[in-house]
């Protein structure tokens, strides 16, 4: 039965993909957007204002909240505070118009595995595991109290905290893969820090399977199939046919990213513990199918059921 998914965000990376994948299978999505509309499925709002014009919206099914400002920019005061208000204003006026949007509309909200914080070693992490204490699992924590305070109610909130997403289209190996093409894309600082990676088309279809299934609570958006810097670089460049073995200097990445290259550097070893829970199957658990993908210039992004 085809449903109406309140989607914020949409025009983003992963909210692109996530639109697609929802119309491809019969849902009508219905768009935040801060303009005025252009047809029946734009809703306008002001989430700096706590305004959403919901005047004569019908009814949604859920709502899936992807806005907040991209992390993969050098933080200058300036930007960390766009960062962490980008998601604590959106959420919280999303928040406050949820009843309006829908009797008990579940809310899938965004996340992210920097909640763990930037370096947690060897320490394996699921979705019990403690928080962390850098700027960037300040701002997760923020994001996902003001996320929590729907759940007042009863209401189902599930924090999509998603890792590296892998594709060509920018996410994590958006950078690398210039480089990589190169032969210049080697390991980065030591190399051994744990990537918690997943493929786009994974992470689309967990966002589907949090919108489908009764999930609460944090959720772990990444691949089982855990890997260190150095494989996600090898893997790389043995799908380009190109050596992986250039590194690049733990200071050279901290001149350039500023305090970014800290989470850049850090290890966070995360498990998907409630996916694997509650039954999703992923279409790339291994790295080298999801590099593989990505690294091909006929890749092929459509979320399939």
Known sequence: MAR???????????GTALRSALAARGDQVVRLVRRPPSGADEIRWDPTAGHVDVGQVEPVDAVVNLSG????????PRYKRELLESRVHTTRTLVQHLDRLGERVPLINASAVGVYGSDRGEEELTEASDPGHTFLADVVKAWELEACAAQDGGRRVALARTGLVL???GGALGPLLPLARLGLGGPIGSGRQ??????????VRALLHLVDEDVHGPVNLVSPGSARQIEVARALGRALHRPAVVPTPAAALRLALGELADDVLGSQLVRPAVLEQTS??????????AVRQVASPWHDLTVRP
Do not use: N, Q, Y
Request: glycine fraction near 8%.
């Open 167 to 169: 594709t060509s289209d």
């Open 194 to 203: 744990w990537w918690p990676w997943i493929s786009m088309e994974d992470e």
């Open 69 to 76: 400002a991209p992390v993969g920019r050098r933080w200058t």
């Open 4 to 14: 109406r998914i309140l989607v914020s965000g949409a025009s983003g990376l992963i």
């Open 280 to 289: 999703f199957v992923w279409r790339h658990a291994r790295l080298e199918d």
